[in-house]
């Protein structure tokens, strides 16, 4: 556990590259002989080989929902594809088929993982970069096994451990909105041993240090989630909730387990970041702050994929394994695909920034998470997250206010 939060990273970025530079080399300290040594960051080898092991993946049959394990080599290939493709869901009613030209296939960056000028650039360029097994494997299946057992704990109503194991996750077939725990902030489960071995683990440690090439820190609040039957996240960018801080933060999205499309899985759209066309788009809704603004609702721009294709980019998501990672800037576009099966889909967001600059103080210390205002995924399942604020704004008015 990495007591103070802070470790060593690279930059990454949103529209330019400079921004993303780590310091001179002349201003920073050696971080492979202080406390975090070269012997404690694995070689990037295991990463790639870690995903190559035959693995246990969840795929789904006809897409019903009914879930059967299958072995996988691990590639991208190996897990079954029919030939007419899978008709997935995002937000509340778009399907569209995946992989198709509308919803493409991320493709990995683990060929960069040594090169952090090489994985600036391609976020720079994107605005994400995927990465395959960047958390070990084992150490991934331990964290969700600990959550899934603090869901149980919190509600017994949640999973269904009479008829399965614990470890599969399977949900209550009554168990929807409300049902899965909250469990964002710093907490007794996000702050697990088990969690924090993954979430400021070594390797997350030695991936990051390689990316900013300077002393960086995590957030203390770990956006830690539980998906029910269903639910889904809107299309967004990360700036309208966390930007009282430097622009040089990174979020990392990572499954505690083996994650289909169907399960929900994170989508971005690529080129979202930077392209012209989304400049009025960034300098409206991308600029404004949720809690300053006084903003009633999740902060999403919208719940249909379709309108953020008006201004251009492409959607693209994977069906993901336990230790894969999506990293992605402050102002590219994402949101997830919706659970259509009956497991409880376990995911965490974490951010990464340069340590030397300021920090969204919601979001460090010992007292985060206790701020009363609720945005996202549970702001659109909480009817009372409005109560008590005055002089309230909606999205719709402030998209009519903009001209979006």
């Avoid at 960086?216 to 269903?230: A, E, I, N, P, Q």
Wanted: hydrophobic fraction near 35%; proline fraction near 3%.
């Amino acid at each position: 556990m990495l007591g103070s939060s802070l470790c060593r990273s690279t930059a990454a970025a949103c529209c330019d590259v400079a921004l993303w530079a780590p310091a001179p080399v002349t201003t920073r300290r050696a971080f492979w002989t202080s406390e975090i040594t070269r012997a404690a960051v694995p070689a990037r080898k295991p990463i790639c080989a870690t995903f190559r092991q035959f693995q246990n993946v969840y795929s789904v049959e006809g897409n019903q929902g009914k879930a059967v394990r299958h072995q996988s080599t691990g590639t991208r290939e190996a897990l079954p594809r029919d030939p007419a493709g899978r008709r997935v869901q995002l937000g509340n009613d778009t399907q569209w088929t995946f992989p198709s030209v509308e919803f493409q296939q991320l493709q990995d960056c683990n060929h960069l993982v040594d090169d952090g000028e090489a994985l600036r650039n391609e976020l720079a360029d994107k605005g994400y970069f995927f990465i395959r097994g960047l958390h070990d494997r084992e150490a991934v299946l331990t964290a969700r096994l600990a959550v899934l057992n603090h869901i149980d704990q919190v509600n017994s109503k949640a999973l269904d451990v009479e008829k399965h194991v614990l470890q599969e996750g399977v949900l209550q077939a009554r168990c929807g909105t409300g049902c899965v725990p909250f469990m964002e902030g710093r907490n007794s489960i996000t702050h697990s041993d088990a969690v924090l071995a993954v979430l400021e683990g070594s390797r997350a440690v030695g991936f990051f240090s390689t990316l900013f090439g300077e002393d960086v820190r995590t957030f203390d609040f770990k956006w830690l989630r539980g998906m029910h039957t269903s639910g889904y996240t809107g299309a967004h960018v990360d700036n309208v909730y966390m930007s009282r801080g430097t622009h040089r933060l990174v979020t990392c999205w990572q499954p505690l387990g083996d994650v289909t499309v169907e399960m929900g899985t994170l989508a971005v759209c690529e080129g979202s970041h930077k392209l012209p066309q989304f400049q009025h788009f960034q300098e409206t809704y991308g600029n404004f702050d949720v809690e300053r603004g006084n903003l009633q609702g999740t902060g999403w721009f919208t719940e249909d994929p379709k309108e953020i294709l008006q201004f251009g980019g492409q959607w693209k998501t994977s069906d993901f394994q336990a230790g894969d990672a999506l990293v992605f800037t402050l102002r590219t576009v994402h949101m997830s695909t919706a659970n259509q099966t009956h497991f409880a889909r376990i995911s965490c967001d974490t951010r990464w920034q340069p340590a030397g600059e300021a920090a969204d103080p919601r979001y460090v210390g010992n007292t985060v998470g206790h701020s009363t205002a609720k945005f996202g995924v549970y702001a659109a399942e909480d009817e009372t997250s409005a109560v008590g604020k005055t002089d309230a704004v909606t999205m719709p008015e402030l998209r009519e206010k903009w001209n979006i």
